[in-house]
């Protein structure tokens, strides 16, 4: 399950060498996201790119195809950390390795290549390469993994850029090995019978973009926050019609869907799209044009609202002013997600607990709030949602160290997962808030003190700001924050 390896490559001198880790880091920070932070919180001061796989990579377990990715945010200069498709991960695993962490600057553009070894080379080649808007540094690119898969946000194709470094190239691993325990056979029940992912109308059928009828029917799409028209009713997911289905490593969930060979927007992305103004008929063909280029759509957007130009006309050519993404809606630096704060409080207080900058898969309140599982809570309301937050922002440390899709937790608990680590649930739990402040006390070390935690001035009602700001404060009480 783990390899209890390393690599580390320092690319201002084109060395590498492998860091040895104990049991005791295993025990405690699991691997993908944890093993993450707990390297990034080591060797801080080198401004590390790190790339971690987990316990599950390659098992075959549903969702567990994911990589996870952390650095400093070259935007917002606090923590970025995501996760990201493809064969990435089971790739590095594969090699013998639980993560990938690179340092330093190459003088010249080179790649980066593990194949039996580690070799340098100066053409592009790779699982994961840097985006074309990086070569004008603007802070938010991404990398593409797999010429299809990309991080979320962050910046993670501009950091590579400014380390020279074009590509990164795995020998191919072999397909997963099924694993061939029960905790596979309740895993996968539980995926295949949760509607909001395997149903008629759930992610499996549509992509994320299924969560946009929800969010538009409660009325806490980004145009609220933004002072936009809502779009109109018959423009959903279902609208763009029959579309083909891609998955990480045989997931059946499959939530990243194609139409005549190009992706179909995301939620976020497809919500901010049609919030901006953009034609319904042309949203697959500008979302395409934004993952060529690497470009988060979501701090694209924010900079459309400031700047007040035609969306296309922007996305197409990204004046030089806006390099830097937009700090009007933003939490840590990080734009506003699609999900309006003030209609679903949950998501607002996640927002600004986040270690990640605004980002509502931090603390997933989506999944009661809107999606009502596993019990409903009131979304105009924030009490309550402090210890509700804190324990989901625990099961998705831990999850996303095993590493598992986000969309696994509509269905699956830890409880389920724990059993494929002969482990317990309570013991995740410890993981995951464990996982949780270290990322804590590394925003803490970047410069980001508890007056950060703050939504953007007017995203809340007068009244609604009153209740927030008491949850909030039991908020860091109960993490020992305050």
Known sequence: MHTGKI?????????????????????KFIGGRGLSGHLLGTY???????????????????????CAVMHINPKTGGLFRSDFGGRFASALKNEGYDGLMITGRAESCISLVIDNGVRFADVPRGYA????????NIKYCKIISDGFFTSHRGGTGTM???????????????????????????????????????GRLGIGKFGTAALYDLTRARDILPNTFFNLPQPAANTNACALGETQSVSCGGCTIACRKMKNGLRVPEYDEF??????GVPFERIIETYNHCMKQGIDIITACHCIAQSGMDPEEFLYDIPEEFYNGSDRFAVKGVELPAIAPNGALGVALGYVTSPNGADWTTAMALTHEILRKPVPT????A???????????????????????????????????????????????ECGSDIFMNEINIIRRLGFGIETDRLPQGALTPEQQTGFDAELKKYHRMRGLA
Not at 7 to 22: H, Q
Not at 44 to 66: D, K
Not at 163 to 190: K, V
Request: proline share 6%; charged share 20%; aromatic share 6%.
């Open 160 to 198: 590579m850029h400014r380390m020279n470094l074009t590509a990164i190239g795995i020998r191919p691993s072999g397909a997963p090995q099924a694993p061939d325990t029960s905790a596979y056979e309740d895993i996968e029940r539980l995926i295949n019978a949760a509607p909001s992912l395997t």
């Open 383 to 429: 009490e309550g949602k402090a210890v509700i937050n804190i324990a989901y922002e625990n099961a998705k440390a831990a999850s996303d160290s095993l590493p598992v899709c986000r969309y696994a937790l509509f269905a699956v608990s830890l409880e389920e997962y724990a059993k494929t680590l002969n482990t317990t649930a309570a013991k995740l739990a």
């Open 271 to 276: 919500a901010m799209l049609l919030c901006m």
């Open 129 to 136: 390469t840097v985006s074309p808007g990086a070569d004008r």
């Open 44 to 66: 801080l001061e080198n401004n590390p790119l790190i790339f971690c796989n987990g316990p599950l990579t390659g098992s075959g377990y549903q969702t567990s195809a994911r």
């Open 7 to 27: 690599l580390s490559v320092n690319l201002t001198n084109l060395s590498w060498n492998i860091l040895p880790l104990e049991k005791c880091i295993y025990d």
């Open 378 to 381: 009131d979304r105009q309301s």
